[in-house]
């Protein structure tokens, strides 16, 4: 028993002597390695002090646990730096190795300033054994009081799916246009489903912490419904771990057929004389629009390393298992404006995780003499404040080159929404003066080629990641789209419901409609909506004509056309006849 107790007295003050240890960078050139889910990591100089010149020091961290990935939290970070180079610098591999100088996952380094700190910042592993290795390297002079950062550890995602109850399409009519969904057989292996995130195909979105809700529609349509659901593993995303599936479900409401030929409001006569009423009803189109998104403006503040992500979901809008081919390689489009281009890495990812680097820290894209920046007049103050945006695609094939001459212009081009003086030159080292230079908003090509998306899905969430990866200058990205050829997508939904019946009845004390007939002949593709491209809309026109009277008292009289399409939808059109008779004249002698 003894025995017992002493080996967990030993693992408890294990335990608590690992929770919270130090752990400091090794000096000159040593190594260390470590396995740990918790603590404090800092420069050699550990948390008050300094960081030693000449250092070329690595240290790796590797998680407790198989499977989770380790995560520091960077609280203090200043080593020194220029604007435009890294003197002191932290390099960072995604696993339990180092490479050579130049093959980094990321460097940090900064603030430029003295006496300052960079914005908090963290890095997780992406590596499959969870591990970062990270490589401090300083030069002989200037040392600064480094960094701390968190060590913990980050359970990655085991993604939960989303599912809708019911048919995959519900039609609805006019009258009732409050659809509701269930998502209870939404499913998390992982934790529980903390977050349902509607898109409900009308340009609306809303989340919701419970799997049933409803949602009223504008009016006539064909809407495409996409549900994505989180759990509450928040340790890689603090939103939760996203499905990377989406749920889709299309609702149809119902247009009104067009009563164009049928008899006026309004009909005038005389007694004594009857009218005719004219049934004439036609079938309507209505077709689900492209897709179409409104991304939120991102801020990019200055931030050594620092990423910032923005998504589009494209489930549901391609045929199940299409697959990125040569031809259907997409079109990119971003607003950007940011004061150091060579600063940033933009980077598309796809719903299955290829990427490819469209633009990758380029030193002087499209020219040799002066610094390239994005927009049409950049801000140059590192304040968070936009300058004027400009609009840039990125293609495959068939654009202009980052590197072309041509790409870049010295002239500056002010907006309405920024006020302050357009970047156009800054003082160097040595007395020099530093040239700005804007790339031009037009079509270039990827910097990297599109084949790496080849057997990527097209269903799903499309990323657009921009890291910062150097010290100074800020910008913002205030749009971005993503478009693919038309032959990709899958057939837009449409609907063009059929007209059962057409009938005339009286109101009140309208004289009785008579026996008539009614005629329906088929329509091709009437409208309003056009046609989805390789798509027959079949629809039908109702035609009816009842003579009634003849009207022997004055009055106002109703009648109406009541129409009903072949989903049990009603619809109707009322006409008013006025009867007048004249004054009965008296003959006296």
Same mark, same amino acid.
Request: aromatic content about 8%; charged content about 10%.
């Given at each position: 028993m003894v025995s017992c107790l002493t080996t967990l007295l030993v693992v408890y003050l294990f335990a608590a002597a690992s929770f919270g240890q130090t752990f400091q960078m090794p000096a000159g050139t040593g190594t260390a390695s470590h396995i740990t889910c918790s603590g404090t990591f800092t420069d050699n100089g550990g948390a008050t002090g300094n960081y030693s010149s000449s250092q070329n020091s $690595?240290?790796?961290?590797?998680?407790?646990?198989?499977?989770?990935?380790?995560?520091?939290?960077?609280?203090?970070?200043?080593?020194?730096?220029?604007?435009?180079?890294? #003197?002191?610098y932290l390099d960072v591999w995604y696993g339990s190795t180092a490479g050579a100088a130049g093959t980094e996952d990321s460097r940090f380094c900064g603030p430029s300033?003295?006496?300052? $700190?960079?914005?908090?910042?963290?890095?997780?592993?992406?590596?499959?054994?969870?591990?970062?290795?990270?490589?401090?390297?300083?030069?002989?002079?200037? %040392?600064?009081?480094?960094?701390?950062?968190?060590?913990?550890?980050? $359970?990655?995602?085991? @993604?939960?799916?989303? =599912?809708?109850?019911?048919?995959?399409?519900?039609?609805?009519?006019?009258? @009732?246009?409050?659809?509701?969904?269930?998502? +209870?057989?939404?499913?998390?292996?992982?934790?529980?489903?903390? #977050?349902?995130?509607?898109?409900?195909?009308?340009?609306?979105?809303?989340?919701?912490?419970?799997? %049933?809700?409803?949602?009223?529609?504008?009016?006539?349509?064909?809407?495409?419904?996409?549900?994505?659901?989180? @759990?509450?593993?928040?340790?890689?995303?603090?939103?939760?771990?996203?499905?990377?599936?989406?749920?889709?479900?299309y609702v149809k409401i119902m247009p009104t057929p067009d009563f164009t030929g049928t008899t006026g409001a309004s009909v005038n006569i005389n007694c004594n004389t009857t009218v005719t009423l004219n049934g004439n009803v036609t079938s309507q189109t209505k077709t689900q629009k492209p897709p179409a998104f409104t991304p939120?403006?991102?801020? /990019?503040?200055?931030?050594?390393?620092?990423?910032?992500?923005?998504?589009?979901?494209?489930?549901?809008?391609?045929?199940?298992?299409?697959?990125?081919?040569a031809g259907c390689y997409p079109t990119l489009k971003f607003d950007l404006e940011h004061s150091w281009a060579r600063d940033l890495t933009i980077e598309l990812i796809s719903p299955t995780g290829q990427s490819v680097k469209v633009f990758d820290r380029l030193q002087n894209p499209g020219t040799v003499s002066g610094i390239a920046v994005f927009g049409t007049c950049v801000n140059n103050n590192d304040d968070e404040v936009p300058g004027c945006p400009a609009t840039y695609t990125v293609v495959s094939s068939g654009g202009v080159a980052w590197t072309d001459p041509t790409a870049v212009t010295t002239t500056p081009t002010p907006c309405a929404t920024f006020s302050g003086p357009c970047l156009t030159t800054s003082p160097g080292a040595s007395g020099s003066t530093i040239q700005f230079v804007y790339l031009k908003p037009q079509s270039y090509n990827s910097q990297n080629p599109f084949t790496a998306f080849n057997g990527a899905d097209l269903?799903?969430?499309?990323?657009?990641?921009?890291?910062?990866?150097?010290?100074?200058?800020?910008?913002?990205?205030? =749009?971005?789209?993503?478009?693919?050829?038309?032959?990709?997508?899958?057939? /837009?939904?449409?609907?063009?419901?059929?007209?059962?019946?057409?009938?005339?009845?009286? !109101?009140?004390?309208?004289?009785?409609?008579?026996?008539? +007939?009614?005629?329906?002949?088929?329509?091709?593709?009437?409208?309003?909506?056009?046609?989805?491209?390789?798509?027959?809309? &079949?629809? @039908?026109? /109702? &035609?009816?004509?009842?003579?009634?009277?003849?009207?022997?008292?004055?009055?106002?009289?109703?009648? $109406?056309?009541?129409?009903?399409?072949?989903?049990?939808?009603?619809?109707?059109?009322?006409? %008013?006849?006025?009867?007048?008779?004249?004054? &009965?004249? !008296?003959?006296?002698?």
């Open positions: $690595t240290i790796t961290f590797c998680p407790a646990n198989p499977g989770d990935k380790i995560k520091l939290s960077f609280t203090v970070f200043d080593t020194e730096a220029t604007s435009t180079t890294c #003197r002191d300033s003295a006496g300052g $700190t960079l914005p908090a910042f963290s890095i997780v592993s992406t590596s499959p054994d969870g591990c970062l290795t990270l490589r401090f390297v300083s030069d002989a002079s200037i %040392n600064r009081k480094g960094w701390e950062a968190t060590i913990s550890c980050v $359970t990655p995602c085991n @993604n939960p799916i989303a =599912n809708l109850v019911g048919p995959s399409t519900i039609n609805f009519c006019q009258t @009732n246009s409050t659809v509701s969904f269930d998502a +209870s057989t939404s499913v998390s292996t992982q934790g529980t489903i903390s #977050r349902y995130e509607w898109d409900w195909g009308d340009g609306t979105s809303n989340n919701t912490t419970t799997s %049933n809700t409803s949602h009223t529609y504008p009016g006539p349509g064909v809407y495409q419904v996409r549900l994505a659901v989180r @759990n509450n593993n928040f340790g890689t995303d603090t939103a939760g771990c996203r499905s990377t599936n989406a749920a889709t479900k939120s403006v991102v801020s /990019l503040p200055d931030g050594t390393g620092s990423s910032y992500i923005t998504s589009l979901d494209f489930t549901g809008f391609f045929p199940v298992g299409a697959k990125v081919t269903n799903g969430v499309w990323s657009l990641k921009i890291t910062d990866n150097r010290a100074v200058d800020d910008g913002v990205l205030t =749009n971005w789209s993503l478009s693919f050829p038309a032959s990709c997508y899958g057939s /837009l939904e449409t609907v063009t419901p059929k007209l059962s019946t057409a009938v005339w009845s009286a !109101i009140g004390s309208a004289p009785a409609v008579p026996t008539y +007939s009614t005629t329906s002949t088929p329509v091709t593709n009437p409208g309003p909506d056009a046609c989805p491209t390789g798509v027959t809309c &079949t629809g @039908n026109k /109702l &035609t009816n004509s009842v003579v009634i009277g003849p009207f022997t008292t004055q009055g106002n009289y109703t009648y $109406t056309l009541n129409v009903t399409d072949e989903f049990g939808c009603s619809y109707k059109q009322d006409v %008013n006849v006025n009867v007048s008779c004249p004054p &009965t004249c !008296i003959l006296t002698l």
